[in-house]
């Protein structure tokens, strides 16, 4: 019989061998060829398997809502005082990227965990809400620093009403939204944020496309896929905002001393 060499590395999602390359079996030329979308290289890469149109919609809206908020919040923060010390475009990224994490951008998966724990544990949101507080845990996805009770995150009704509209079920967002309501009643500041919106908007993404065996769910909930949609919208933002600074030319950023409080 036929024997094989052990090899190195093992490869799933993509090769390069043949007269194209291929995305978990699909050609370059039909990526191209049938108009395929960026939503769709993502599920290919990613998900190894075509999503159906309205879940590659919904990871193209989740791209395009985050790709960037502003200069002041820390990823553009860091990404600007970078370019601005004169580094490379890789540099001034990363820095940015650097910073997303579980206060920043980053709370996405760990909010589908939790969220996806406590809902097929039957948990009221009191129950879940004051369980988090017991343990010290912040809830992932609720919370913002400028957005209220009366100034909710347009992103976040965006992708409800996108959702509301084309998924087959929402029980994952409508229960982080009954969290949120419980959490409102405690603080105005404790809304569901854009990381808890994605994060329970996948979880029925992922539930009701009937396109995953819930190990296969588990297993995506688990690794942690779904930062990867911030880190990935955000560096458009990111890469726009060390052009900006090189574009105006500004000079290296030094902090002004007013703005340190000096202290023993
Ligand atoms: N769960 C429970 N309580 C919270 C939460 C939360 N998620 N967020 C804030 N609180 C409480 C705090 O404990 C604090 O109460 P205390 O003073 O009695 O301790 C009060 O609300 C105010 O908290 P601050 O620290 O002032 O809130 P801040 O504005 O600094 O924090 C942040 C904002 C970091 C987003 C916070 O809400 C948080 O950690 N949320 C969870 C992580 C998360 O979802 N991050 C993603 C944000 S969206 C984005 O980055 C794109
Ligand atoms: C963001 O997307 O960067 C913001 O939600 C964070 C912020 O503090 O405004």
């Known amino acids: ?30 990526i191209v060829e049938q108009g395929y979308g960026v939503g769709d290289v993502i599920s290919l890469l990613w998900f190894k398997r075509s999503l159906p149109r309205y879940c590659t919609q919904f990871i193209e809206i989740c791209i395009m809502l985050c790709a960037d908020h502003g200069p002041c919040v820390s990823g553009a923060h860091n990404t600007i005082v970078t370019a601005r010390a004169g580094k490379d475009l890789v540099s001034s990224l990363v820095s940015g990227l650097l910073t997303i994490g579980p206060r920043f951008g980053g709370a996405i998966d760990d909010a589908a965990r ?25 809830v992932p996805g609720i919370g913002h620093r400028i957005k209220r009770g009366d100034n909710r995150d347009k992103r976040v009704e965006l992708l409800q009403k996108f959702a509301r509209t084309h998924f087959p079920s929402v029980k994952y967002m409508e229960y982080a939204v009954q969290v949120e309501t419980y959490t409102l009643s405690k603080a105005n500041n404790l809304v569901l944020n854009v990381d808890g919106a994605i994060g329970s908007l996948f979880l029925d993404l992922l539930a ?10 588990d297993e995506i909930v688990e690794i942690g896929y779904l930062n990867g949609l911030f880190v990935l919208a955000r560096s458009i933002g990111l890469i726009g905002h060390t052009f900006d600074q090189k574009r105006l030319k500004q000079p290296l950023y030094r902090h002004p001393w007013e703005d340190v409080l000096y202290t023993k």
């Open 1 to 30: 019989g036929k024997v094989r060499a052990p090899t190195h590395i093992i490869s799933t999602i993509s090769d390069d061998r043949g007269e194209e390359p291929r995305y978990a079996g699909v050609p370059m030329s039909s």
């Open 208 to 217: 009701g496309s009937g396109m995953f065996t819930k190990q296969e769910i």
């Open 114 to 138: 939790y969220f996806k724990d406590a809902y097929d544990k039957g948990l009221s949101p009191y129950e879940f809400v004051e369980s988090m507080k017991k343990k010290g845990i912040r």
